[in-house]
Nanobody, 126 residues
Framework: VQLQAFGGGLVQTGDSLRLSCAAS????????MAWFRQAPGKEREFVAA????????READSVKGRFSISRDNARNTVYLQMNSLKPEDTAVYYC????????????????????WGQGTLVTVSS
């Protein structure tokens, strides 16, 4: 499975941006998908996750109410809609996929995700 994320860029505080992540290869093994991010000098952190059907999602407290995750299985693509962006959202955003089932609170654990994209940089200016 290969994941390619795109859609990052330079925006201003309060702007919106939508990231996309397209999966290719043996996509039939994919169950849950997620977004993580890594800010300069910080560890990579969980942003949002979604189950296979798209009916269950979870977002980190830091982005809840501003970011939303969705997916289009026909296109093998997961999206991250980011609204009301803040400078602290500046980071490289990574998409990830797992064949493991969506299981509530542990969906934010990076160790659960076997497949990772290359990352796309989002910079929010103040």
């Amino acid at each position: 499975v290969q994941l390619q994320a795109f859609g990052g860029g330079l925006v201003q505080t309060g702007d919106s941006l939508r990231l996309s992540c397209a999966a290719s290869g043996r996509t039939i093994v994919i169950n849950g998908m997620a977004w993580f991010r890594q800010a300069p000098g910080k560890e990579r952190e969980f942003v949002a996750a979604i189950n296979f059907s798209g009916g269950m999602t979870r977002e980190a407290d830091s982005v809840k109410g501003r970011f939303s995750i969705s997916r289009d299985n026909a296109r093998n693509t997961v999206y991250l809609q980011m609204n009301s962006l803040k400078p602290e959202d500046t980071a490289v955003y990574y998409c990830a996929a797992t064949s493991l089932p969506y299981t509530g609170m542990v969906v934010g654990a990076q160790v659960r995700y076997k497949y990772w994209g290359q990352g796309t940089l989002v910079t929010v200016s103040s």
